[in-house]
């Protein structure tokens, strides 16, 4: 591979260096031409990288995106010539998902206010629950209301499908928790209970830890965690040591389980015996959310934007190797959200010491969620703005801005290039990540939006609210 | 002897009729279908105040009823699904609802306009009048009592002259005036000896407003220049509300607290 070796007195050229964002150098210092732009580093990057596809980068030099040719770059910045040119590459997802810009259909069906919505990790089923103590199927095809399963006794506040897409579970106000086929629609069994107080959050063990989908952990009011298996149907292991309420519990890739709760402490428990491994202090406040850089590789298992389904025995590896790959070698990284209007960014496997506190907002922060590149953080706060970090240093990038209420929840594109927040003001926006803008504002919705989600294939949004309706977007 | 001794002692002597108990016992189990006849055929007045005195009877029973009935034993209380439905991040949280908004900020529409303020001392001791004022005599005989004299510190202002000493009626002494007070600012628990610069108001009543009387409560002008106050527009400010906050006519000085 030749490149231009023009001197450097001609001006023509600049000398570069191409790192990629864990800080190894690809190649050593090389002449660029001026005029090249993302496109032309991109040819380069993929030849050195002896890549037999084209795969798509975005390159950022000192924190900001190049999007313009070298030379321009260094003019406006003022940047000498004569210095090495940092530039770090990042791979962006070979995948493009298309905006979604128009409410295709209005399913009404619940009774009462919609509190939980959530796509398979397939993303063919859509499960809601809501206050009308149902948990309802739908069908995305037919854009119809499939089953209605009734077995709760109070609000179902959460539900979650298991990483291979066989079992969806959802938590209820009386703390009691109720497994359900997806494809009959039908109650698995009694209601587990054991938890005393409302359920805050459901997670499941990742595929790539154990195949078939059997162990869940959920966090509740009443200040423990429980681990459950689904085919024994009972509580294994109870994780008490929270002494105010369990507000969120995230199982970890690594097989650690993570709660945060009201008393401000993130405490770490191993899965075999549920004990206690470590507790990460610093917060002031409440903790509202939790989120892992590899949270949207657990969620989907095997599932990946190809569509393909995987015999079981397979499906533990392909799981496997997507989380690798999502990984990379750094460890896995925890944001965690606060009433004290600040999130810490931790490496809970290195250090009980956050890595970063990530102040900004003005508000409480309600929810924290990582794109599924591990590249950004969202946070939406009750300050009426949607703020995006970097991922892997914590640095604040940019603040959305267009809300006129309090943000509930966001949600990220599977390609990582576009997020979605839903708020209190009865709007979902769509901001684009690389021009940092607001792509689609999505009004319709004639009261408060509690819960919103992107199917992992990308082609649908759902969002349901105070309404009762359920909204479904498309591209 | 009284005449009801003489049963009392035929009953010692002789004893009762053999079947006296026998006949009570009966009587008093007959009672409550006495009871009833003489409820079911009374009329008028009588009867309703018989009918009264049942029901009341009766309601205080059921309540001792229900009372013993209350099992010690604690059953799970079932919670009634309740309206209203959010989601777990929202459960916590008291969110005022929207009426309650809309009413809180007309409610504060409302207070502005009737010029009430929050101030630290909402409520103080009133001071009577022949606390406030001392009478003083005059005239040869000093048989005259129309002078009275402020024994409550006082605020005059800079061009203050007395009037006539013949006419003046209320007599404030200058060993009671005072030009300066301390204020304390409440968020940053500093206090300033600040000049006065007038008596805004004095909860005791409008005269003693206008005499300039400074008792516990009363709201004073200060002047601020000293703390290098700026409004949002940019001008400076040097004048600022305080409320008196002790007895300065027993402690000598004033204290107040800055109304911000």
Not at chain 1, 84 to 100: C, D, K, M, S
Not at chain 1, 417 to 434: C, N
């Amino acid at each position: 591979m030749t490149m231009d070796t023009v001197d450097a007195g001609m001006g023509k050229t600049v000398m570069c260096l191409l790192t990629d964002p864990e800080g190894t150098n690809l190649g050593s210092a090389m002449y660029i031409p001026q005029n090249a732009g993302p496109l032309q580093l991109t040819h380069l990057v993929n030849n050195f990288l002896n890549n037999e596809e084209m795969l798509p980068y975005s390159f950022y030099v000192s924190d900001e995106e190049l999007l313009v040719p070298v030379g321009t770059y260094l003019e406006k910045n003022k940047v000498s010539v004569e210095k090495v040119l940092t530039i770090v590459y990042q791979q962006q997802a070979v995948f493009r998902i298309r905006p979604v810009n128009r409410c295709s259909q209005t399913i009404a069906g619940h009774e009462e206010a919609v509190l939980c919505v959530s796509f398979s990790p397939d993303g063919k089923q859509l499960a809601s629950g809501s206050g009308d103590t149902t948990v309802r199927l739908w069908d995305l095809y037919t854009e119809t209301p499939l089953f209605t399963c009734k077995g709760h006794k109070n609000w179902v506040l959460t539900v979650a499908w298991s990483p291979d897409g066989k079992h969806l579970v959802s938590g209820s106000k009386s703390g009691e928790i109720c497994c359900w086929n997806p494809k009959k629609g039908e109650l698995e069994g009694s209601p587990l209970t054991g938890h005393k107080k409302w359920i805050t959050g459901i997670s499941w063990e990742p595929v790539h830890l154990s195949s078939p989908c059997r162990r869940f952990v959920t966090s509740s009011k009443d200040g423990d965690a429980r681990i459950w298996d689904i085919t024994l149907k009972k509580s294994i292991i109870c994780l008490s040591g929270h002494t105010l309420a369990v507000t969120c519990v995230k199982w970890g890739g690594d097989g650690i389980i993570y709660t945060g709760s009201q008393d401000c402490t993130i405490k770490m428990w191993e899965t075999t015996q549920g004990k206690l491994i470590r507790e990460l202090k610093g917060h002031g406040h409440w903790i509202n959310s939790l989120a892992l850089s590899t949270e949207y590789v657990l969620r989907t298992g095997a599932f990946d934007h190809t569509g393909r389904q995987y015999p079981p025995n397979e499906e533990k590896q392909k799981a496997l190797q997507r989380y690798n790959q999502a990984k990379g070698d750094a460890p896995e990284r925890l944001v965690s959200g606060s009433d004290d209007f600040t999130m810490f960014l931790w490496e809970p496997s290195v250090s009980k010491q956050s890595k970063k506190r990530l102040t900004g907002h003005q508000q409480l922060v309600n929810h924290v969620y990582f794109s599924p590149d591990g590249k950004w953080i969202a946070s939406a706060s009750f300050d009426k703005s949607v703020r995006l970090w970097n991922g892997v240093t914590g640095q604040f990038v940019t603040a959305f801005r267009g809300h006129v209420g309090p943000v509930y929840q966001v949600s990220w594109s599977a390609d990582s290039r576009m997020l979605l927040s839903g708020s209190k003001d009865s709007t979902l926006k769509i901001w684009e990540i690389r021009t940092k803008k607001l792509k689609q504002d999505l009004p319709g919705h004639s009261d408060e939006v509690y819960a919103v989600d992107w199917s992992p294939d990308g082609e649908k949004v759902v969002s349901g609210g105070k309404d009762r309706v359920l909204k479904l977007w498309q591209g | 002897m009284p005449q009801g001794d003489y049963i009392e002692q035929h009953r010692k002597r002789h004893g009762r009729r053999f079947d006296h108990y026998e006949r009570l016992r009966k009587k008093e189990a007959r009672a409550s279908h006495k009871h009833s006849t003489m409820a079911q055929k009374s009329l008028g007045i009588k009867g309703k105040m018989i009918a009264k005195k049942n029901y009341s009877e009766k309601a205080l029973m059921k309540k001792t009823l229900k009372m013993h009935e209350e099992s010690s034993s604690r059953r799970k209380a079932d919670e009634n699904v309740r309206e209203g439905a959010v989601p777990a991040y929202l459960l916590d949280r008291e969110e005022t609802t929207r009426a309650k908004v809309l009413s809180n900020t007309i409610k504060q529409k409302r207070k502005e306009k009737a010029g009430k303020w929050e101030v630290p001392l909402p409520k103080v001791r009133p001071v009577a009048e022949d606390e406030m004022f001392r009478v003083i005599r005059s005239g040869k005989r000093k048989t005259k009592q129309w002078k009275r004299m402020v024994t409550k510190a006082t605020f005059v202002g800079p061009a203050f002259t007395r009037k006539p000493p013949k006419y003046e009626r209320f007599i404030r002494p200058s060993g009671l005036r005072f030009t300066k007070a301390h204020v304390t600012h409440p968020e940053l628990k500093c206090t300033f000896c600040l000049e006065i610069i007038g008596v805004k108001k004095n909860p005791n009543g409008p005269m003693y407003t206008s005499l300039g009387v400074m008792t516990r409560g009363t709201i004073v002008e200060v002047n601020v220049s000293e703390l290098g106050l700026v409004t949002p527009a940019g001008k400076v400010v040097w004048g600022k509300y305080a409320q008196v906050t002790n007895n300065p006519e027993n402690d000598g000085c004033i204290n107040a607290v800055l109304l911000v």
